[in-house]
């Protein structure tokens, strides 16, 4: 057992970390597919289709994502589908995702000025035509910086579904910990590993959030 | 043969989840006190640029907000033993939510400081108030006011995050639900209520800030 070396370790890890960039990009790009979805469903004049995602938002936004991993997990056990894993990882914060990037939308839609919508309506656009020409490519551009800062929690969420068992850089680092009694060590690097992940995003966020301010 | 959804199973074991439910509280009360003070400490140093504190914040609050709760909990709980430091799964979970949340309301803080007037500090330095009484009852009331929002949904994120203290023995509310799907294999129903308690316990703890804000904060201005 101590003839695992500090270069092993870190080979290790960086597998684990490629896993934990996998899902990542997985959940984010998943989340965004649903949560466009939902900002529609959100915004729309359907005041039936308005509440259920309110709904919908509300309780993934108020449970842990860990109870909600344990759900899915379990849950589609029930249904007779034996999940991995990885898929009740994906599926659990892609859902996660999409109810935070909906809410996060909604706000940018609803902060294009009144003005706008009634400019566009005083110049005889429908409702599709006002959303596609006018508001939207507003708020697409103000969505931006919030965005990118979201999925610096994406990256964050990953970590937690170590615990139902997808081998990600958290259960690397707990695996080796318990395999080497360094847990000093390794639990650093683990962190080190999500900070290198994670500090450029969150710069990177707050530049553009400069630059569309002063602008 | 379809599954028969039997709730019944749970309620035998009232007493642990109610239990649970205290801890998470408690573990959430504890945590946003003390999460709090150090957030306001922290915001002040960063905001005014208090040597050697601010360079030091700076450190902590990117550090912080850069890596999961998950990991900070674990290096608590099995990495600071290596420097001599043992804690229980307890006191573990107290320090990593504080230092958690501390490192989220010092940047919130900050923000709600530095969008203080400055005409405000002008006539509290007109009134001969010295620099911690114009901190205290000029700038840090009407600030707190401001980001008020954004610190109750920190703080409902990091009640959320508490199910994570589970994950080292700490028995909070997840730690029971844990414990009875072991005893009555009702995974899937157990974890159901349980989430529907974690969701009535957000809005709770969300109306509870509200009103302290409004109250006491707010009602302490001017």
């Known amino acids: 057992m101590n003839d695992i070396f500090l270069s092993d370790i870190v080979i290790n890890l960086s597998y684990g970390l490629l896993w934990t960039i996998g899902l990542s990009l997985v959940a984010f790009v998943m989340g965004g597919i649903v949560g466009l979805t939902l900002l529609f469903c959100r915004i729309s004049k359907n005041s039936y289709l308005r509440n259920l995602t309110k709904v919908y938002i509300e309780v993934f936004q108020g449970t842990p994502l860990l109870l909600q991993l344990f759900i899915i997990f379990f849950g589609t056990g029930l249904l007779g589908i034996e999940i991995p894993p990885w898929a009740a990882a994906t599926l659990g914060l892609t859902l996660f995702t999409s109810a935070f990037l909906a809410e996060i939308w909604r706000g940018c839609v609803e902060s294009v000025s009144k003005g706008q919508w009634e400019a566009s309506a005083s110049l005889a656009l429908n409702h599709y035509e006002q959303m596609r020409h006018i508001i939207l490519p507003q708020a697409f551009r103000i969505s931006i910086p919030p965005t990118v800062g979201f999925s610096v929690q994406v990256v964050k969420a990953t970590a937690v579904t170590s615990i139902i068992g997808f081998v990600e850089l958290t259960k690397t680092g707990s695996m080796l910990a318990n395999a080497t009694f360094k847990p000093f060590l390794i639990f650093g690097l683990v962190a080190l590993g999500y900070f290198i992940l994670c500090f450029p995003l969150s710069v990177f966020s707050r530049r553009l959030e400069k630059a569309m301010y002063i602008s | ?222």
Request: some cysteine; charged content about 10%; hydrophobic content about 50%.
């Open chain 2, 1 to 222: 043969m379809t599954y028969q959804f039997d709730y019944s199973a749970i309620g035998d074991y009232k007493e642990i989840l109610f239990s649970g439910i205290a801890k998470t509280m408690v573990l959430t009360f504890i945590g946003t006190t003390l999460g709090l003070a150090l957030g306001i400490f922290g915001g002040l140093c960063r905001a005014w640029s208090i040597r050697p504190f601010n360079y030091f914040f700076t450190v902590y609050v990117e550090g912080i907000r850069n890596t999961p709760f998950l990991i900070q909990l674990f290096f608590i709980f099995f990495g600071l033993p290596s420097l001599g430091v043992v804690l229980t799964g307890w006191q573990a979970s107290i320090l990593a939510m504080v230092i958690n949340l501390g490192a989220y309301c010092t940047e919130i803080i900050r923000a709600g400081i530095q969008a203080t007037n400055k005409g405000q500090i002008e006539a509290a330095v007109s009134l001969a108030m010295t620099r911690m009484q114009i901190f205290w009852r000029v700038i840090l009331p009407p600030a707190l006011i401001k980001v008020w929002p954004s610190i109750c949904s920190q703080v409902i994120i990091v009640m959320l995050g508490s199910s994570l203290c589970s994950q080292i023995g700490t028995e909070e509310l997840t730690y029971a639900a844990n414990f009875i799907q072991s005893r009555n294999f009702r995974a899937f129903e157990t974890y159901f209520v349980v989430a529907g308690i974690y969701f009535v316990l957000a809005l709770l703890v969300r109306q509870l800030m509200m009103y302290i804000g409004y109250k006491w904060i707010a009602g302490r201005k001017l």
